[in-house]
């Protein structure tokens, strides 16, 4: 099955500075990945997804690229403020009727320091 | 809100009873997943439902949980003995055709 690797696993950042998540997957037919956001005893909620025929792509603050020839895919989050303060998670699927299991990373927890 | 609805948040049970967690879809979502999460790691599917039909169980769904969807709407997962090693977060998650799916707010569960 799928793997996903997610890192780094706690990330300290200064108020304004941008913040890097990396994940790399195992599969690939994979061909969707999505990142969520977790706060402390809430579920995982969708922050922004990219296709696999797409490069890049942003929404505001956040932005992710994948390089599906090395199998890895990113966050940025520009501009980082407290409320970004959370645990990261990224995902990778592989659609469809009997792949449409989501393979999650191990989540990085962001820290952003006013 | 229209979200992805779970019941109940919480749940502190004796090890060998029986629990049972609802979770009410996204309305008109066909899809619908069962996720566990331990504390430090991202959820691990269980399994997954299109319409009333369950579709994939990941085998750590052992033969003491059992996940319904009756009618293609609301679903439920019971674990029947419960085991310590069954505290967990529960979450449910739908969505509509492939991919993107939306998470409830998951149900706690903690064995004693």
């Known amino acids: 099955g799928e793997n996903v690797e997610q890192h780094p696993s706690t990330l300290s950042v200064q108020e304004g500075d941008s913040a890097v998540i990396k994940c790399t997957y195992s599969?690939?037919?994979?061909?969707?990945f999505p990142w969520y956001k977790q706060e402390l005893g809430k579920g995982p909620q969708l922050i922004i997804d990219?296709?696999?025929?797409?490069g890049e792509k942003k929404d505001q603050r956040i932005a992710v690229t994948l390089n599906k020839t090395a199998k890895h895919f990113s966050l940025h989050i520009t501009e980082t403020q407290p409320e970004d303060s959370a645990v990261y998670f990224c995902a990778a699927s592989r659609g469809g009727t009997t792949g449409n299991q989501f393979y999650f990373g191990t989540g990085t927890s962001l820290t952003v320091i006013p | 809100d229209t979200g992805v609805s779970q019941n109940p948040r919480h749940k502190i049970t004796k090890r060998g009873q029986n629990v049972t967690f609802r979770c009410d879809p996204i309305?008109?979502?066909?899809?619908l997943y069962w996720y566990r999460q331990t504390l430090g790691q991202g959820p691990e599917f269980l399994t997954y439902?299109?319409?009333?039909?369950?579709?994939?169980k990941s085998r750590l769904l052992s033969d003491r949980f059992s996940a319904e969807r009756p009618k293609g709407s609301f679903s439920t997962l019971e674990i029947q003995r419960t085991e310590q090693g069954d505290s967990a977060m529960y979450l449910c998650?739908?969505?509509?055709?492939?991919?993107?799916?939306?998470f409830g707010e998951g149900s706690w569960l903690t064995v004693v």
């Open positions: 998650a739908s969505s509509f055709g492939e991919n993107t799916i939306y």
């Open positions: 599969d690939s037919a994979s061909n969707y």
């Open positions: 990219i296709r696999s025929n797409v």
């Open positions: 439902f299109q319409n009333e039909a369950q579709l994939e």
């Open positions: 309305s008109e979502h066909n899809r």
